[in-house]
């Protein structure tokens, strides 16, 4: 398969268009949800292009920090808005860990080596721990709680979760 990048980019990137189509879809945090996961689409692109992006990891990771601690003040149900807070969160663990964080914007981001097994990284511990969070929530809440997606915005959604987990994979391949 050759280098991971000549697959995972591609990939990531189409999972993350199609993902963008969850904000044409009901949302369980209403307004707030759909902000979050418009500017959490746009991060996600950005980190796909760092090359072209104006920015850089830091101003997203604290937009989407900001952006964290304003759908936690959200009049919604803990089981429906905690889901929403993990994705974002996660997403800023991924930009400031990304290699090239700290380098100037429009940067390419460089991944380096680290020390300790190839599989343990912050990247990979916060995808884990987020990835426990979402199923205990869905767990918890099955039955409980009616559903708050449309069908199309469920395959959205997982269509977001499954990019997130490729850039985390991508922490491992470059380690």
Same mark, same amino acid.
């Given at each position: 398969?050759?280098? @991971?990048?000549?697959?995972?980019?591609?990939? $990531?990137?189409?999972?993350?268009?199609?993902?963008?189509?969850?904000?044409?879809?009901?949302?369980?945090?209403?307004?707030?949800?759909?902000? #979050?996961?418009?500017?959490?689409?746009?991060?996600?692109?950005? &980190?796909?292009? *760092?090359?072209? =992006? @104006?920015?850089? /990891?830091?101003?997203?990771?604290?937009?989407?920090?900001?952006?964290?601690?304003?759908?936690? =003040? %959200?009049?919604? /149900?803990?089981?429906?808005?905690? @889901?929403?807070?993990? =994705?974002?969160?996660?997403?800023?663990?991924?930009?400031? %860990?990304?290699?090239?964080?700290? #380098?100037? @914007?429009?940067?390419?981001?460089?991944?380096?080596?680290?020390?300790? /097994?190839?599989?343990?990284?912050? *990247?990979?511990?916060?995808?884990?721990?987020?990835?426990?969070?979402?199923?205990?929530?869905?767990?918890?809440?099955?039955?409980?709680? /009616?559903?708050?997606?449309?069908?199309?915005?469920?395959?959205?959604?997982?269509?977001? $979760?499954?990019? &997130?987990?490729?850039?985390?994979? $991508?922490?491992?391949?470059?380690?």
């Amino acid at each position: 398969m050759g280098e @991971p990048q000549q697959w995972i980019v591609p990939v $990531t990137a189409a999972l993350v268009v199609f993902s963008a189509s969850a904000l044409a879809c009901p949302h369980p945090c209403a307004g707030r949800g759909r902000v #979050a996961h418009g500017v959490l689409c746009a991060a996600m692109a950005a &980190m796909l292009i *760092p090359a072209h =992006d @104006p920015l850089g /990891p830091l101003p997203w990771a604290v937009a989407l920090g900001g952006l964290g601690l304003w759908l936690a =003040d %959200t009049p919604v /149900p803990l089981a429906r808005r905690l @889901p929403v807070i993990a =994705d974002v969160l996660v997403m800023v663990v991924l930009l400031l %860990t990304a290699p090239g964080a700290a #380098a100037a @914007p429009g940067a390419a981001h460089q991944h380096s080596g680290g020390a300790g /097994p190839a599989w343990l990284s912050l *990247p990979i511990v916060a995808l884990i721990a987020w990835a426990w969070v979402r199923l205990y929530v869905w767990r918890a809440g099955r039955g409980a709680l /009616p559903a708050a997606r449309s069908a199309a915005g469920t395959l959205a959604h997982l269509a977001m $979760t499954a990019a &997130m987990l490729l850039m985390g994979l $991508t922490h491992i391949a470059h380690r």
